[in-house]
């Protein structure tokens, strides 16, 4: 009996040590990359929207730690509602004191068979500058979108 009580302790302190170690893991992933394509303009003008029906919001962050990274320059581009794109949807902002930014612009549209997307470039000193998409689902309102950088 004593000895089945000591393998019960061990068996729960290593799967208590392993599922910290999973926890420590997980926080903070860097976003993935994805395809910049071939319509991003450098200097997006400072803008708080590009449109009306979708509200994206959330903070960037330091992979790994989560420290907040106030000051960082996110971009967006994505393609008016006839799928082309142009200079009404592109905009920029730098993150606030808490890292986050927010921002409206029209749902984008489906076009040559690409899903409904917006391009983002995420550039903050110290940290490698992130081009990624997101891709709203039809009828979606709001996202929120945490976007997690890697330190240089």
């Known amino acids: 009996m004593n000895s089945v009580l000591t393998i019960s302790v061990a068996v729960a302190f290593f799967l208590s040590l392993s599922q910290l170690s999973i926890a420590a893991e997980i926080p903070c992933p860097p976003t993935a990359s994805d395809a910049e394509g071939p319509f991003y ?6 803008r708080e929207n590009t449109g009306r029906g979708l509200t994206v919001s959330g903070k ?26 142009d200079d009404e949807h592109r905009g920029a902002q730098l993150t606030s004191s808490e890292g986050s930014y927010r ?13 409904p997307h917006i391009h983002f470039k995420i550039s903050a000193y110290g940290y490698q500058t992130l081009t990624t998409q997101v891709y709203p689902k039809k009828g979606q309102s709001t996202i929120g979108f945490d976007f997690v950088l890697i330190k240089e």
């Open 41 to 46: 303009k450098p200097n997006a003008p400072i």
């Open 60 to 85: 960037v962050m330091s992979a790994g730690s989560c420290i907040i990274i106030p000051g960082a320059r996110v971009e967006w581009w994505q393609a008016n509602q006839q799928g082309r794109y």
């Open 103 to 115: 921002f409206e612009t029209d749902s984008p549209p489906s076009y040559f068979f690409r899903p």
